[in-house]
């Protein structure tokens, strides 16, 4: 299975802060990455996909980057509803997702 | 709108097994793959296994390939995943999402809590 580890687990922030979140892959996928967003009691919600694509509907203070092994997540100017738990998976093999990072104020 | 709903939470015995299900609507059921997704309590991810209706055939992370069975029926748009051998470690919510194991997921059911406790 290919692992993949997040940095870092969690993080304090304030409204209009700039995130960054790592995502490493034990191997290389290529852009085979997705980042989603999870709230207490909900599903994740997509973010992004293909390590860099925005999907429909998402504030573009989110950004994806990297390929091969490194990824980052950035949230340009935090906002109130940005406050959750951030996953990245792998879909290169089988789904592996990251341990979560956890943004909190 | 694609929508995917679940069936409802249950409370299970160690050793004993549940089914669950997940019905797809708004898209093409048969020809795209759906997936299980489970999150124990305060923990991440993990992507359980997947099928692809018309193909009939499951895949699995190895982890589960043991206990999980993975099924289609296309006349109800339903997809179930059947857990054995249930142990205290399988208490989980279990999402279903549409997509397989080689891939992103955008649509995502509510969520079943399954609980595992003598």
């Known amino acids: 299975d290919i692992q993949m580890t997040q940095s870092p687990s969690a993080l304090s922030a304030s409204i209009g802060d700039r995130v960054t979140i790592t995502c490493r892959a034990s191997?290389?996928?290529?852009?085979?990455l997705a980042w989603y967003q999870q709230k207490a009691g909900k599903a994740p919600k997509l973010l992004i996909y293909?390590?860099?694509n925005l999907e429909n509907g998402v504030p573009t203070r989110f950004s994806g980057s990297g390929s091969g092994t490194e990824f980052t997540l950035t949230i340009s100017s935090l906002q109130p509803d940005d406050f959750a738990t951030y996953y990245c998976q792998q879909y290169s093999d089988f789904s592996t997702f990251g341990q979560g990072t956890k943004v909190e104020v | 709108q694609v929508q995917l709903v679940q069936s409802g939470a249950e409370v299970k015995s160690p050793g004993s097994s549940v089914k669950l299900s997940c019905q797809v609507s708004g898209d093409t059921f048969s020809t795209y793959a759906t997936s299980w997704v489970r999150q124990a309590p305060g923990q991440g991810l993990e992507w359980m296994g997947g099928?692809?209706?018309?193909?009939?055939?499951?895949d699995s992370a190895q982890k589960f390939q043991d206990r999980v069975t993975i099924t289609a029926d296309e006349a109800t748009s339903t997809v179930f995943m059947e857990l054995t051998s249930l142990r205290s470690e399988d208490t989980a919510i279990y999402f279903c999402t549409r997509g397989g194991g080689k891939s992103w997921y955008l649509f995502w059911g509510q969520g079943t809590l399954i609980t595992v406790s003598s």
């Open positions: 293909k390590a860099s």
């Open positions: 099928i692809v209706p018309v193909f009939g055939k499951a």
């Open positions: 191997q290389s996928i290529n852009t085979w």
